[in-house]
């Protein structure tokens, strides 16, 4: 598959198949010709006027005039202040492509050879590494330098195409999209491993029933309700309580509203990938205005959402497994030991270790679309921010912690399972084999399995492939 930018169209599937998958990248032919009117449109403004950025220095310096030749290249090398550990090189490869499909949509002064430089690096995986620290989400200044210093070798750049690589919110917005394609394969394995617990604690059927989504009428609950549904359909279960935990009877509803979460939090997404971020802007009608479409607050507050969304899902789940742990509450060994009355561990210790997950997750939650940096920057000019980049990474670091309160999960539900011997669904027992095929049952006298493998069974995709 060839993925074309014409500057509006990217989906998000399409932006992870090129980030990790290595997917060929070309531009539209329609794309090579609107950069070139907007180029010519820019070109004009350049020679008869004034224009932000084109014609003058930025921010501050907005006041001054610069040099024809150099000046590009130096703006470049100024604004070299990102610092830290350096991105995910499938974070850099998302955010490439970003800025391609920015530069296609021929709002920019940006040139058709430099959008086709950037396809080629891209194509060639000659990306240079970008830093993680420094940038508010006003524009992702610090991490584009990165990037395009490092692009930048061999090319020369013509006035006022320094902004048009600079003044760009690719790497939040990339960053964020492989954030949310990895959050929406957790969703599927949360519920895999949220049935599963169904099956191991002997939860009562109605938490099910179809009714709860017609007098709740909320898709995400529909959805939740009929994938619950297919996966324990055939099992053998007897329901062992008037009322079950919360956790278990509430199980539908709370990934349902993660779903439904995340369904709005993929469309503001993709919106934002075909969307100009830059200033000054080329519009359609052949004017160079100065505006403020680095303004992402659209995608920062949806990744707020997301997080706020994903917690819960991930502090029931660990809540849930913990429970499976508790000989009183569920009938099992306690610890879910291979017998009754061993004087070993068995699996209670994952119970520290998926809480330590999950307080970390939930941690990650905090809203950060509402953070205010000083005002005084730039003499009170750049008094906004967005946070757009720490709400990404915070949404992959929380994945990543939630794929191990899943993993923990999965492990104790399959143990469950197999200690009460009840017969499993069509979809829980393909569940509960995949589980074993990485990690096996944990007999008496056995140390604990290692979970990484079910890490990365997790992670995969194979879980929300059981029908």
């Known amino acids: 598959m060839t993925v074309v930018l014409d500057g509006g ?8 198949s090129v980030a990790r998958a290595r997917e060929e990248v070309e531009l539209a032919p329609a794309a090579l010709e ?5 180029r010519e449109i820019a070109r004009d403004v350049i020679e008869r006027g004034e224009a932000y950025g084109l014609t003058t220095g930025v921010g501050v310096h907005k006041r001054a005039r610069v040099e024809a030749v150099g000046h590009d290249r130096l703006l470049v090398e100024q604004h070299l202040i990102a610092q830290g550990p ?16 920015a530069l296609a949509q021929g709002s920019t002064a940006a040139r058709p050879e430099l959008a086709q430089h950037v396809v080629e690096r891209l194509n060639t995986d000659r990306l240079p590494e970008i830093r993680r620290l420094g940038s508010v989400g006003q524009s992702d200044l610090a991490a584009m330098a990165d990037l395009a210093r490092g692009l930048l070798d061999g090319f020369e ?28 394969v957790l969703l599927d394995a949360l519920d895999v491993a949220g049935a599963l617990d169904l099956e191991a604690f002997g939860a009562s059927e ?7 989504g017609v007098l709740r009428p909320y898709p995400g609950l529909r959805v939740t309700l009929e994938r619950l549904g297919e996966l324990v359909a055939g099992s053998g279960r007897s329901r062992r309580n008037l009322q079950d935990p919360l956790v278990f009877r509430t199980l539908p509803q709370v990934h349902g509203a993660a779903r439904d979460a995340f369904a709005f939090v993929r469309q503001q997404l993709e919106i934002e990938l075909n969307a100009a971020q830059t200033n000054p802007v080329v519009t359609p009608d052949g004017r160079v205005i100065s505006v403020g479409a680095f303004e992402i607050l659209p995608l920062a507050t949806a990744l707020d959402l997301a997080r706020l969304a994903l917690a819960p899902a991930l502090t029931s789940g660990c809540e849930r497994a913990v429970k499976l742990l508790q000989a009183p509450l569920t009938g099992l060994p306690e610890g879910l030991g291979a017998r009754a009355g061993l004087a070993e561990s068995a699996l209670s210790e994952l119970g520290i270790a998926i809480q330590a997950f999950a307080a970390e997750a939930r941690l990650l939650a905090l809203p950060v679309s509402l953070e205010l940096v000083s005002t005084t920057q730039a003499e009170g000019i750049e008094d906004r921010t967005t946070m757009a ?3 990404a990474r915070r949404l992959a670091e929380m994945v990543e912690l939630g794929s191990r309160v899943v993993a923990v999960e999965l492990l104790l539900a399959a143990q469950a399972c197999e200690l009460r011997r009840a017969r499993l669904g069509d979809g829980t027992a393909r569940a509960h084999a995949l589980v074993r095929s990485v990690a096996p049952f944990v007999a008496e006298g056995d140390p604990l399995p290692e979970l990484e493998p079910l890490v990365g069974l997790v992670g995969s995709g194979r879980l929300g492939e059981i029908r």
Do not use: C, K, Y
Not at 9 to 16: K, Q
Not at 160 to 168: D, K, R, S, T
């Open 157 to 184: 750049l013509e006035q006022g195409e320094a902004i048009a690589l600079l003044n760009q919110s690719a790497f939040a917005t990339g960053w964020a999209a492989l954030a949310v394609a990895d959050a929406i």
């Open 206 to 212: 109605a938490l099910l029933d179809p009714a709860i």
């Open 389 to 391: 980049p720490l709400a």
């Open 34 to 38: 609107a950069m070139g009117r907007a």
């Open 9 to 16: 169209s990217l989906t998000l599937d399409e932006l992870v």
């Open 86 to 101: 350096v991105a995910p090189h499938d974070v850099v490869r998302a955010t490439a492509l970003r800025l391609a499909n």
